[in-house]
Every structure is written in structure tokens, then in C-alpha cells.
């Protein structure tokens, strides 16, 4: 068990450094120097050149990229061009934003596309189980954005139930992390309703009607249980999907987490902020990959753990 | 059921790989397409939206540039069917000018992604090794950004721009191709004409040029058809961000974006381009559902 939690651990570093990489050469990458894209669009020609010495900008390539190591592992990230705050102090509780809305989105997600998933293979191919996947094909095919505006026009607008962006309560947090999840309750859906089926026409399952459990019984002891695994792979792999979707959701409900934050920073050309938000996702979501694996090592029996 | 019925034993020639020719064949494609149910509405609705993109200029009613500013934000009506945007601007006729730019985004970057990715994943599988190992721990890293985020890390370094969108939407595409390209080429690395090939001294440019991509052009094309959707999905949400298509292009995401100011007095000019593009990843994600099945090399003749 210990080498298998080592031997995963190892073979995360390699995408770490290559994100780090990527992240580095973003400052190099955007056209015109560098020093100039840091020091701001309204600098000297003496500012300049006295960014280009903080930064080491006239040293080897391969040395600023250490540098910029060394520093992001302090959480070093430098200073925010428009505030003048340090990047971390701007990020810190954006990133807890970030995470609470896909934490409950996935929630969200996991739990309705749990319940839908039973209904659809209880009533198989009845109305039930096709409006259900009519609505799970919907859900799949829709962009957030556009979800997120219906929401807003429909309960914040017309029913006037929930209010429309900002989050300083927990009704705040209703749409966005509907919006949010409903792609991915619509695949939680299809997978478990898929895993369901194939689960309830097995032998033991039979087994189990023939000894006179009733169909609710047999579906939640003898049927859930075992189509479950699949699913805990599909929520790993779309923990994923949720950290890069949330951009897209932040933005629509001016939700203050970190992917409004790229968006915002981008278009005022702050690129420390850019850089370290695009890190801290990616590490975030390197290290969800790895708890899944974990997770799913530990309970599934046939896994290789040696 | 045996797979040996639908396995093909004979060596494919060159000159007509993978699609069916002749006109039994093609019966063939569509008896199978057919089984699958939702595959004819999807391929409907596609076929309607890629005739918008084609004949854009000919069915639109009227200018999508003309701004008329006597009657902002015009619900639908008779003349208007789906009302005016808040310049003005007849909405239908932005909405078709839109499925254009919406199905160039989705066509031109999927096409990019797998004229990239699928050599990459076809040379990872054949020759194994060090360069598969180099090549996967490259993928690795593109897919350690999640869902759009490399997308944008890419449009912010490039700039703002449709073109820019169709290249980074691509390269965020890249890995999906590699990844199916390489696991279909290592499957295929097993079967005996593919030994036969090499026992008979073909170079190995040729065997993966003539053996192995014609026989995973199947499931390329079923990825392809799904990665359209997604692609259109991630391009629209991108000018949606404003890192997309600029102001006065009749983009559908950009369309929404400047038009949710609004939307609150005239819910219209969000609603319509939104059920666009909605359609339109229905349309293809319904559409490749019947793919699948006639495409697949195992699904039994009907």
C-alpha cells in the first residue's frame, strides 16, 4: 500500500513541473519584453529596466525558471500590478470561493445524478427513464453560460426567489452551483442509469427477487452498490471539469472566486494574478487526480496496489 | 455472435481505406446509422444549421450590421421573428450569420486538434519506448489544466481573437485525439497483418499510413463528431469571456455576452443565440450516436 501511494505520488511530479513551465513561459510567451508587460503600460524607461533586474529578466532562461520556482513553493508570486497587494493576500480567499462553489456543485451533481440515474433504471425505458435522459441530453448540450442566464431570468427575475449574483449568503449560492453541476449531473446520470441496468440483469440480482426482497430492497442492497464504482471514477474525473467550468459560471454571477479573477486580470493585463491563479488551479486539481486514484485503490479490491 | 464475421481479414487497400464505396456498402452504413434512434433528428437539426452557415447571406432576412435605433431591443414579431438586439440589429439575421462562425470554430479547430493529435498518438503507440513515454508526460501536462483553462491560458497569451480562439481550442483539444489515436493504434499493433506487413519488409511510415490509420479512421470520426460539439461549446463560451470573437461579429456566445446587459428588459436577444447553440451540440452529440454504431467495425450487420 505504501509504495502504491509513493509510486502515485511520483508520477504526479512530472505534470507539476510541466505546469510550472507552462505558467513561466506565459510571462515570456505574451508578445513584446517582458519587463515592459510587468512594469505596466505607463512606465519609464528607467522602470523597466529596474524590473528587468528584480525579476532577473537578464539572466539565462533557465535560471529565472528556478527562481520562479523557488519562489512560487514560498508562495511567492509578487505583487498584484493594479492593487499593489501581494498576489497571495489577493488569491487566499478567492481560491476558498472557487472551492466552496465546486464543492457544492459537485455535490449537487452527484446527487441528482445519483437519484435520476436509480429512477431512469427503475422505470427502464418508461416515460420516467426517457424524459429523464431527454433532460440529461439537454443538460450535456447546453452551455453554462446560457444555463446560468435562463436561471437568472426565470427565478431571480420572474419569480423573483433567489437573488442574482454576488454571494453573501447561502441562497447565493443556489444558481451558480446548479448551473455549474448540471452537466455533470446529467453524466452522473447516463452512468449510473447505464451501470444500473447492466448491475440489475445480473444472476444475483435475480437471485435476490427470487428469494422475495422487494424491488426497492434489492435495487439499493444488491444493485446500487456494486454500479457505484463506476461512477466515483466519472466524479473524479469531473472534479476536473468543475474547476475549469467555474470561470465560466463566476463570471455570469459575478461569483468572486479565482476564474472571475483570471478573466478580470487578463483583460487589465495584470499577469502575476494570472499566472498564480492558473498554478493554484492546476496543482489543485493534480492533487484531486491523485486523491481519486488513492480513493479508488483503496476501495477497490482488484486494483494493483503492490 | 462470433467476431469473426465482421472482422476484415483482407488487407486494405490503399486506394479506398476506410468509408464505404460502393452503394451497398452505403446501405449498409445507413441500416446501421438507422438503429440508433435519436441519430436522425441530431443529423436533421445539424443538417438545417449547416445549411444556415452555407447560404448565410442569401436566407437572412436582412443586414445582421444594420443597427436601427429607433427600435432597440424589439421583442419578436412578424417582421422580426426573433426581435432586435440592442443595437437594432434583426436577430435572426445574426443568429444565422452566427451558425457560420459557430461551425468554422467547431470544424476548423477539431480539424487542427486531429491533424496534430492523431499523428502524435499513431507514432506514440507504434513505436513505443522513449518517445511514447516523452509524448505522454507532454499530454499529461496539457491535461493537468482543467476543462477551458488551457483554452484561455493560451488566449491570453496569444490575444483576443476568433482565429486565436480556433488555436487554442484546438491545442486544448490536441490530447483527446492523441490519447484515442494512440490506444486504437496499440490495439491494432496486435493484429497479424500488421506482423505480416512487417515480416514482408514495409517501411513504417507506409504501414502506418496504409494500415493503421485507415482502420482507426472509424472511431477518430466518432470522436471527431463529438469534439465539434464541445469544441463550439468551449469557442462560445470563450467570446461569451470576451476572449473570443470581437463586438459587432454575430458570434452566438458573444451575442450573449453583450446582450445579458439587456437581458432583464428583453430576455430575447440572450435566449435566442443561447437555444442556438444549444441546438447545435444536440444536434451533433444526437448525430453521433448513429456514428457509433455504423461506424463501429464489431456492431453486427442488420
Known sequence: ????????IIFAIPALIGVSIVVFLMLHATPGDPAQVVAGPEATAADIENVRKSLGLDRPIVEQYLHFVGRAVTGDFGVSFKTGRTVVEEIGHRYLNTLQLAGAAMLFAVVVGIVSGVLCAAFKYRALDNIILVLSLIGISAPAFFVGLVLMIVFSVQLGWLPLTGNDSWLHLILPC???????AAI?????????????DSDYVRTAYAKGLSGFRVITRHGLRNALMPVITVVGLQMGYLLGGAVITETVFSWPGLGRLIIQSISSRDLPLVQASVLLIAVTFVIINLLTDLLYGLVDPRVEVA | MSFTENVDTTVPSAAEPFKPQRSSEWARFWKKFRRSKPALPGGIIVAIIVFCGLFAPWIAPYDPFRPEFGAMLEGPSWAHLFGRDELGRDLLSRVIHGARISLLEGVLSVALAMSVGVPLGVVAAFFGGKLDIVLMRVIDVMLAFPGVLLAIVIVSILGP??????????????????????????????????????????RNGRIMLRHILPNITGEITVMATLRIGIAVLTASSLSFLGLGAQAPTPEWGSMLASGRNYMLIAPHIVIFPGLAILFLVLGLNLLQDGLRIALDPKSVDP
Not at chain 1, 452522473?188 to 440489475?200: C, G, P
Not at chain 2, 483539444?173 to 490506444?183: K, V
Not at chain 2, 486504437?184 to 499493433?189: D, G, I, K, N, Y
Open chain 2, 161 to 202: 481573437s476568433l482565429t486565436n480562439t480556433m488555436i487554442a481550442v484546438a491545442v486544448y483539444t490536441i490530447p483527446i485525439f492523441t490519447r484515442i489515436a494512440r490506444s486504437a493504434t496499440l490495439a491494432l499493433m496486435k493484429e497479424p497483418y500488421i506482423e505480416a506487413a512487417r515480416s514482408m519488409g514495409m
Open chain 1, 178 to 184: 446548479v448551473t455549474l453541476g448540471l452537466a455533470n
Open chain 1, 1 to 8: 500500500m505504501f509504495h502504491f501511494i509513493i509510486r502515485r
Open chain 1, 188 to 200: 452522473i446520470a447516463r452512468v449510473m442509469r447505464a451501470r444500473l441496468i447492466e448491475t440489475l
